[in-house]
């Protein structure tokens, strides 16, 4: 089925251990996104992408890195996790025209611990 | 600074009962409004997308209606059952250029009991 993949689906790390959150779409779509929803805050974005080989900062980007080597492929990397970062992560991706599928598509989330 | 409210926060109703749940946003110059829905544990579904040029949309027992000039936008759920409970998210892109980023309420919890 089209849509958005992440992997993986639960992590938990020690703090100051590192990881790499992956996200797959396979609908074409230019623009990538990756949030973070914690309680009583909503979904807040992290880091963004328009395009192959481009990123952009968001609302909170401190502590994440992010990649996009391919079009269909988003990286989102914790080079040192802290508690803080303890969240359910979600990519999203759309298309940067109107029409049929002009909306957000969302992964089904990673929950991320960091104890 | 777009802000995006949800109102109530938690919404519980017996079964066959039709709801509304409604969405607030202090931008009126949006580009779209979108509805998901998100299950306990469980990644978001989009339900509706309305364009900035749209008054509503339908899907189902499902009716979105935007009204830019107010800055609101209600979810119209006939017949809830069960199945229906949920957290239902708004949320509004802006006039951004190329990145028109989601902007996110903090969501309706709906409980429809049996």
């Known amino acids: 089925n089209a849509g958005v993949t992440q992997t993986p689906k639960f992590r938990v790390l020690k703090t100051g251990q590192s990881m790499t959150l992956l996200c797959a779409q396979d609908m074409n779509h230019e623009y990538m996104y990756w949030y973070r929803q914690d309680p009583g805050m909503g979904l807040r974005l992290i880091h963004y992408s328009v395009g192959e080989g481009t990123t952009a900062k968001g609302e909170v980007p401190d502590g994440y890195n992010v990649s996009r080597l391919k079009k269909q492929n988003f990286l989102l990397g914790l080079e040192s996790a802290a508690p803080s970062q303890t969240s359910v992560y979600f990519c999203a991706s759309r298309s940067p025209t109107r029409g049929a599928n002009y909306g957000y598509t969302f992964g089904s989330g990673t929950r991320l611990t960091v104890v | 600074k777009q802000e995006v409210t949800q109102i109530p926060a938690a919404l519980s109703v017996p079964e066959g009962e039709n709801l509304v749940l409604n969405c607030s946003f202090t931008d009126s110059a949006i580009y779209n409004l979108q509805w998901f829905r998100q299950d306990p544990g469980k990644g978001l579904t989009s339900l509706l997308l309305?364009?900035?040029?749209?008054r509503e949309q339908t899907s189902g027992r499902l009716n979105a209606s935007l009204d830019k000039s107010s800055g609101r936008s209600t979810l119209y759920i006939a017949a809830s059952q069960p199945g229906d409970s949920a957290t239902y998210l708004c949320a509004v892109t802006n006039y951004g250029g190329a990145t028109n980023k989601l902007i996110f309420g903090t969501g309706t919890l709906l409980a429809v009991q049996p």
């Open positions: 309305i364009q900035s040029s749209q």
